[in-house]
């Protein structure tokens, strides 16, 4: 059974750093696409960064270029994103998404999800 | 690229839902769906436009031509009650795109 389990959100600072992680169960790991995305209180959903199966290749919203990084471990089989110069707009839940192939692009989509973890930017 | 979609549906038990996703010429685009519950996570309900993952009721459907994306859900029951996000992937930015969500209530 497929299974994504994220973790590391809490409060910080604005300006601040925090690393979120996702571990993932059931699937062999470096075969499939990842995924962040979040959702702030009572929005919707923003995509906010994906990598290939194999690492090679990162994809970042606008909004978080330059801030946020992602990576992954397969020794761990676990997703990470790195979040630098936090701001207040970046409060959200993020979920993590696994995708069905490894390339992470046009054909694909995000057939399982982490229950999220909530990280809240604020002074 | 940017995907609209109304901010609330609103239909009877028994009846037909059909949350629509506006997009420039998003018929050329593969486009998901995913229903969201309350405090949950999201849940893929359509995607390639029409195609239902196992598990998902045939009372769900999609279609997707010119400038919109339809989900439909037939005979709506309580449980069908949630916020529906469509997607799709922008070549042009290297991007997925989310809607703005449609809160589907249940009357």
């Known amino acids: 059974e497929v299974q994504l389990v994220e973790s590391g959100g809490g409060l910080v600072q604005p300006g601040g750093s925090l690393r979120l992680s996702c571990a993932a169960f059931g699937f062999t790991f470096n075969n499939f696409a990842m995924n962040w995305v979040r959702q702030a209180p009572g929005k919707g959903l923003e995509w906010v960064s994906g990598?290939?199966?194999?690492?090679?290749?990162?994809y970042y919203a606008n909004s978080v270029k330059g801030r946020f990084t992602i990576s992954r471990d397969t020794s761990k089989n676990t997703l990470y994103v790195q979040m630098n110069s936090l701001r207040a707009e970046d409060t959200a839940v993020y979920y993590c998404?696994?995708?069905?192939?490894?390339?992470?692009?046009?054909?694909?989509?995000?057939?399982?999800w982490g229950q999220g973890t909530l990280v809240s930017v604020s002074s | 690229y940017v995907l609209t979609q109304p901010p609330s549906v609103s239909v009877a038990p028994g009846k037909t839902a059909r949350i629509t996703c506006g997009g420039n010429n998003i018929g050329s685009k593969s486009v998901q769906w995913y229903q969201q519950k309350p405090g949950q996570a999201p849940v893929l309900v359509i995607h390639?436009?029409?195609d239902r993952p196992s598990g998902i009721p045939e009372r769900f459907s999609g279609s997707n031509s010119g400038n919109t994306a339809t989900l439909t859900i037939g005979r709506v029951e309580a449980g069908d009650e949630a916020d529906y996000h469509c997607q799709v992937w922008d070549s042009s930015s290297d991007h997925w795109v989310f809607g703005g969500g449609t809160k589907l209530t249940v009357l």
């Open positions: 390639y436009d029409s």
């Open positions: 990598i290939s199966g194999s690492g090679g290749d990162t």
């Open positions: 998404a696994k995708g069905p192939s490894e390339y992470g692009r046009s054909g694909d989509y995000f057939d399982y």
